[in-house]
C-alpha cells in the first residue's frame, strides 16, 4: 500500500524534524512527559470518580467530584495538544497504523460518555439524596474505554508498519 | 558513578532489617503487643522499599567488578539468581505488611490471616536475604569451594535453596524475548501510575484545601486503590529492569528516578508516623488542614510528578552514565 505523498511533505517540515531529530531534552521526550502528565491527570481522576460512581466508598459526597471534572479536561486539552505535536513528529507511524485509528474512536466515545456523566452530577450536596445517582454502566464505560485509549497509546510503540514515510519497521 | 560502593553500603539493609523485623514480630506475639508489632510492620515495609536500589545497584557493581581479576563470574551469577529470588519475598512481605497495618485501624485489628500470612513471608524474606548476602560476601572473599575457576560446592541449605533461583541470563531472556509481554508490562505500569496520582492526588489535593467539601476520612479510604496501583508498578517495574539490566543501571533519569521513589517513602513515613495523619484523619466538609500537612501533601505531589516525569525521560538519557 502506497503512504500519501503529504506523510512525506509533513515529515520533512522543520517542526517535523526538529522534534523528531533534535538531541535536546525539550523536544520528542517533553511531548512525550506532557502527553503521560495529561493522561495521570484524566485516567487519576476517572479512575477516582468511577472508584466512587461504582460504589467504593459511597460515604464520599459526590457533588465535590465535580470538581475533578477540571482535571478531567485539562488532562484531555494537553494530550490533544501534545498528541498533535506527536503526530507531526510521526505522521506515516501513526496514520499508516489500524490501532491509532481505533484509538480515536474510543477517545471520541470516551469525551461522551464523560459528558453525560459531567451533566448527571450532582450539582450541591443537598441534591444528594434527592436527584437519582449517576447510571453504574456510565461509570464502566468511562473506565473501560480510558483503559482502552491508554492500551491503544501504548500499543501504537508495539504495532507500527512503519515508522517513516517509506520507511517499514 | 560508584555503584559498588552503593551497593556495598545498602545491602545490609535489607538482611538485618528482616533478622530485626523477624526478631520483633515474633516478639510481639508474646501478649498484646501492638507497638512492636507496628515497629516490625514499618520496618518491613520500609526494608521492602530500599531493597529496590539495593538490588538494582547490584547491576552496576557487577559490571564495575566484572573488570577485576580473580573475581568468579559464576559466583557473581549465583548472587545475582540469589537476589532475584529473595527480592520478590521481600517485596511481598512489605505489601503484606502494608496491609496489615492498613487492617489494624479497623474494630477488631488486623486479621490472624493477614499476620500469619505476613510472618510466613518474612521468615522466608529473612532466610533468602542471609542466603544472598552469603554469595554476594563470597565474590569478594572465596571461601574454600568458591574460588575462580573451581566448580562451586554448595552446603545442604545452599543446595536447597539453589534449586529455587532462577538464573539470572534466562530471567532476563525472558522478560525481552516476547514484545507483547514487554507491551503488556508497559500498559500495566501505566495503569498502575493512573491509580496512584488519582487517589493520591485527590488526598493530597484535600489536605491542600482543593475541594474542600470533602471529607478527609472517606477520601483515605480509596487509598488501597493506590496501593494496588504502586503493587502493580513495583512488580512491573522491577520484571522490566531484570529484563534490561545494564541500560536501566546506566540511565541518569532511571536513578532520578528512583531517589524521588525513596524520598516519597520519607514523605509517607512523615506524614503517618508524626501526628499530621491523626490531625487530618478528622477533617470534616469544608475544614482546613495544618500548614505542616499542606506541605507534605504538596511534596508529595511534587515527587510522584517527578516520578513520572524522570520515569519518560529514561529512553532520552539511555546511557549516560559510565561505570
Redesign the interface.
Known sequence: MAAPAFLNTLERSGLSTWIRESES?FA??FV??IH??G???L??????LG?RLLG??P???L???R??FR?IWAGFWLNVVSGVFLLIAYPTKALTNPVFYIKLVLIAVGVVVLRRIERQMPHD?AARDASPAVERSLALWMLGLW?GV??AG??L??TATYILYGKGT | MNFDHLHLLLNHVPIIGFFVGVGLFLASFTGTNDDLRRSALIIFAAVALLTIPTFVSGVGADRAIAREPGISEALVRRHEGAAMLGLWFVEATGAAALMALWRSRRAGGTPRATLAAVLLLAIIAAILMGRTGNTGGDIRHPQPGTAAGTAITEGTVGSIIHTFEPSPDRFTDLMVVNKWWWASMMVTHFVGLSLIIGVVGAINLRIMGFAKELPFGPLHRLLPLAMVGLGLNVLTGMLAFIGMPAYYAADIAFWFKLAALMLLGLNAAVFYLTGIFHRVERLGPGEDAALSAKIVAASSLVLWFTVIISGRYIQHFEDSLRF
Do not use: D, Q, S
Not at chain 1, 43 to 48: E, I, M, S
Open positions: 531534552a520528542y521526550y512525550l512527559v503521560n502528565i493522561l495521570a491527570l485516567v487519576g481522576a476517572c479512575g477516582v472508584a467504593f466508598v460515604e464520599l459526597p457533588a465535590p467530584l470538581r475533578y482535571f450536596a483503559l491508554l492500551t501504548r500499543a510503540a508495539y
